[in-house]
Structures are given as structure tokens and as C-alpha cells.
């Protein structure tokens, strides 16, 4: 090679040399990121598959969890508008909620709203509910606690005493009322008698409430409570028990035969 074709190479090579150096700094090159990622772009906490490729074809990454580890990608914060961290701000507590048992053990809660999610990394939320054991002890646990004892309607239908004496027969009729209960649970043994056999689970009975019957109150011991179970004895079958729970009640009214007396 001559002394012309040796200078002609070393002119061409400073010249590609030129290019190389002029591409590399002014013309832009395809970038890789979180800009590429598929929807969506960023992802909140930790991570792993929240990933992408630098230019280097390294794998950088673009979650909220890259800042601790120092690996985000390059556009990381253009492309995920990171700004400072906003913890979670929650309000006050609500009341507390009340017992859900109205007799004995059972529990309330409380709970509060959040005024300001997290952003950006920010501490997450505490608990929104609280929940604590509770002792119901409402006005109507006293009546929840009684026992109904019941017989047949055919046992006493207004009976009177014959070894009563005279002056103890006077006494101030007070009309009969109804109640109408539904049966919860029946032990085995009221199969042996064959009223009480009646008693079976969901059957509707009237119980009925004479004068004689009656309390001070002028109501019948263990009559129920609206949408809540009590409980009942059977007074000549040993061993029958069981709760029912209150549906309806009716004034100076008579059940039907084959129903049941408080006594």
C-alpha cells in the first residue's frame, strides 16, 4: 500500500471515529424503562414482576420498594411522578357499637374512616376496627332468665282449689292472654308423654296465661320475649325442656284445644 491509500484509511477511520462520537451524544437513542412497561407503568410496595430492561439489557425495576434497594430504572421518578411519601391519615374513633347480646357475654366494635390514603410509599393504615368483649345486661335479662312451666291445656282450666277456704275463693278474675311461640329445641324426653311429644322444632304453639297463673304483674312467669330465646319446662314429664322464641301475644283471649296453660 502506498503512502496515499495509508493516509486515505486513517482519514476515513478519524472520520467514522467523528460519527460514532456524534451519534452517541446527539442522536437519541432508544430508551428502556418504566416508560415501556405495559399498563401500568408502576407499582405500589414490593414488587418482583414489576420489572424492565435498561439499556444494558440489566434488569432495573419500578416499584415503590427500588428506592430502599437502589435499583429503579432510569425514568423511574419522570415516568412515576415520585414525590415525597404520604403516609395514611386516619380519624377519630366512632362509638363504640352495642353489646350483641343483650343478656350475658357477647361484643362491640368500633371503627373510623381514612381521612388520607397512603401515596408514594407512605405508611399503610392502621387497623380501622377494634373489637372488645362485652356483658349484656339489658332491662329484660331478669325476664330472659325465667323458665315457663307448662302443662296441657286439659290439666286446669280455670280450676279452683277445693281445700282452699271460703273467704281465699274470692278472688279477682283477670282475663286470660295468648302467646304465640315458636319452638327452638325439644329434649328427647318430651317423646314420652304424648302432648309434650307436640312439642317439636318450629312448631308454633299457643301458650295461654289464666288469672290463676298470673303474677303481681298480672303476667305469667317465663311468657317469652319478642325475637329472643327463653326457655321452658314441661311440669308432669320429668326431664322435658327446650326454648322457644316469642312471636306474637294477644289479649283476653283462649288457645285453641291441644295447646298449652302456664302455670
Known amino acids: 500500500m502506498g503512502a496515499h491509500g495509508w493516509i486515505s484509511a486513517r482519514l476515513n477511520f ?11 451524544h446527539f ?3 432508544a430508551e428502556a424503562g418504566c416508560r415501556e412497561r405495559e399498563s401500568p407503568n408502576c407499582c405500589t410496595g414490593r414488587n418482583n414482576e414489576c420489572f424492565e430492561y435498561t439499556r444494558r439489557k440489566t434488569v432495573c425495576y419500578c416499584d415503590t420498594y427500588c428506592q430502599k434497594t437502589r435499583d429503579c430504572c432510569e425514568d423511574y421518578r419522570a415516568v412515576c411522578l415520585i414525590s415525597a411519601a404520604i403516609d395514611c391519615v386516619v ?3 366512632g362509638p363504640w357499637s352495642s353489646c350483641t347480646s343483650p343478656c ?3 361484643s362491640t366494635e368500633r371503627s373510623r374512616q381514612v381521612s388520607v390514603p397512603p401515596r408514594n410509599g407512605g405508611t399503610p393504615c392502621p387497623d380501622l376496627k377494634q373489637r372488645r368483649g362485652c356483658f349484656g345486661n339489658n332491662a329484660i335479662c331478669s325476664t330472659a332468665k325465667e323458665v315457663a312451666k307448662i302443662l296441657p291445656d ?3 282450666r280455670n280450676f279452683k282449689d277445693p281445700w282452699r277456704r271460703p273467704h281465699m275463693l274470692i278472688k279477682e278474675e283477670k282475663a286470660s292472654y295468648c302467646v304465640h311461640l315458636r319452638v327452638k329445641q325439644a329434649s328427647a324426653a318430651c317423646k314420652l308423654k304424648l302432648w309434650s311429644a307436640q312439642l317439636v322444632r318450629e312448631r308454633l304453639v299457643c301458650a295461654e296465661c289464666q288469672s290463676d297463673a298470673m303474677s303481681k304483674s298480672n ?3 317465663g311468657d317469652g320475649l ?3 330465646r ?8 320429668p326431664g322435658c325442656h327446650g326454648s322457644w322464641i316469642r312471636e306474637s301475644s294477644s289479649e283476653r283471649c283462649r288457645c285453641p284445644p291441644h295447646s298449652v296453660l302456664f302455670v
Do not use: N
Open 230 to 237: 327463653t326457655f321452658w319446662a314441661a311440669a308432669s314429664v
Open 14 to 24: 478519524v472520520v467514522c471515529g467523528y460519527l460514532a462520537f456524534f451519534c452517541g
Open 226 to 228: 319478642q325475637s329472643t
Open 104 to 106: 350475658g357475654v357477647g
Open 27 to 29: 442522536v437519541p437513542q
Open 219 to 221: 303476667r305469667c312467669g
Open 154 to 156: 286439659s290439666f286446669k
Open 91 to 93: 380519624g377519630s374513633w
